[in-house]
């Protein structure tokens, strides 16, 4: 950011030298918050460019500059084919202006995030650059230089940085690491009054982050020449910028993959554990205690209390009515193989996730640390594809025919109204809340039973009768389900039914 005085102050007496006799031919902006201005003396070129961003601004003066020939746009039109005078440094402020001829002048306010230029015609301003900041309209050239008591009495009475407000903190620093605060005030005085003089003809010392006055440690390059810092400068700086500017990009997609990832591995753990709290599965128990008991159990009991032998205690068992004994234990043994199946699911995924969360810490360390530009762009350090929209659907494969299968009744509304044909076949639990599911049509083709029953036992299991040994599921082409206006999400109306009794299957753990 080039907002410190001194240095304002270097650059105003460099520029008086280079440009005055120049004539100002092209005054023009190809960015926002760009001004671009072109100046000519017989053959010779100076080229400003002013960058003036809220959080940082730049001045630059390139050897020579190629204008688009689109996407650009005059400014400042009032200035062209006027003659530079001569440079003024206003005292004690962080401004200079291009004195031009007929009593005009180009100022470059650099005030940190209140940075601006300002033309004036006598001491009128007529235009700005940024134009919301109509307060500068007000500035009275007059009054832009301060008055500073830079006097032995006034150092007396005043404390350092109300004295010189203006020394660079980097001065500051340095004095008070030296033991400033512990010295007679002669030697006070004495320091301060070299380091002023020192910063009238100062050396710069640079890198992508600053232009300072002392040397710091592993600054690139030092320079008298105050055109030849901001350049140096700006390029460093720019540089880092966009390197900054293209880790973020390339961390973006992998630090957002990285907390799905963890988010995933946590609920998957969470169930995994909660599965595994139980020594042996409570679904196996029932039904070995059931079978112990069958003689107790009568069909259509939707309970039963029975002795527990695994902890000697009573326990109630819930059954379904429409079931025999022997069925309701033939469902809880399944429900306990299908247990101990999720279990294996779950460990090879969390070993799955873990891997890939590892491979993700890695790239983000090498992008964190890469420094060159060209490696980091040329870098196949990303492999994460962009996140695509989640389909509103299951999808399965039976027999060479796509099947479909709602999540949840917003997704049922989508793809019943949205996303199917006339001759789907459309299949749902009967009497139960369930997904809507389809079986895509394929032109000259019947849909064969097997393919009908299994898309059958998929409905099944989605729906609230996943539990029963045999569930009854509907099916019908869609163009006899229609939905009624008002109807909540999800609901349909069927006009035309078969129904097919399937045992419910998860397709998930059951190969289909």
Known sequence: MINNYFYIKSLSQKLDEAISGYTIKQCFSQ???????????????????AILKPRYNYLTFPLNF??????????????????????????????????????KKLLFKLFGSQSNIL????????????????????????????????????FKKKPLLEFCPLLP??????????????????????AIKKKIAELDSPTFYIDSKKISPIPFENFDLKTQDPIQAVNEYYLKSVKLQTLQEERKKRLAP????????????????????????????????????????????????????????????QLIIKLNPKLSPQDNASVYYRKSKNRRKEIEVLEKNIESKNKKLEEIKVQIVQIEKEIDLKKLRKSNLINIKPQQKAKPYFEFTIGGFQIWAGKNAKSNEEL??????????????????????????????????????????????????????????IFTPKKFVRKRKGDPIGMVVVDKEEVIMVEPVDPNIKKL
């Open 254 to 313: 992998l630090k957002k993959e990285l907390k799905r990832t963890e988010n995933y591995l946590k609920k998957v753990k969470e169930k995994l554990e909660e599965l595994n709290s139980e020594a042996e599965s409570k679904f196996e128990k029932w039904a070995n205690i059931i079978m112990a008991n069958l003689h107790q159990i009568k069909k259509g009991d939707k309970e039963v209390e029975l002795f527990d032998f695994y902890s000697n205690n």
């Open 416 to 473: 019943t109204q949205k996303m199917s044909y006339k001759e789907d076949l459309w299949l749902h639990a009967r009497d139960a809340k369930g997904s809507h599911v389809l079986i895509k049509h394929k032109a000259g083709k019947t849909y064969p039973t097997e393919v009908i029953e299994k898309a059958a036992s998929i409905a099944a299991w989605n729906s609230e009768r996943r539990g029963e040994k045999l569930c009854p599921v």
């Open 31 to 49: 960015e926002k918050d760009e001004l671009i201005i072109g100046l000519l003396k017989g053959e010779k070129e100076f080229w400003i460019k």
């Open 119 to 154: 033309f004036f015609n006598s001491e009128k301003v007529e235009e700005i650059f940024h134009k919301k900041r109509k307060e500068d309209y007000l500035i009275s050239i007059k009054e832009l230089p301060k008055k500073l008591d830079l006097s032995l009495d006034a």
């Open 169 to 190: 903190k980097e001065i500051v620093n340095q004095l008070v690491k030296e033991g400033y605060d512990k010295w007679e005030e002669e030697r006070k005085w004495e």
């Open 66 to 103: 190629n204008r688009s020939k689109r996407n650009n746009i005059n400014l400042f039109l009032n200035l062209i084919d006027i003659k530079v005078i001569g440079v003024e440094h206003y005292h004690y402020e962080r401004a200079f202006s291009l004195n031009l001829e007929g009593q």
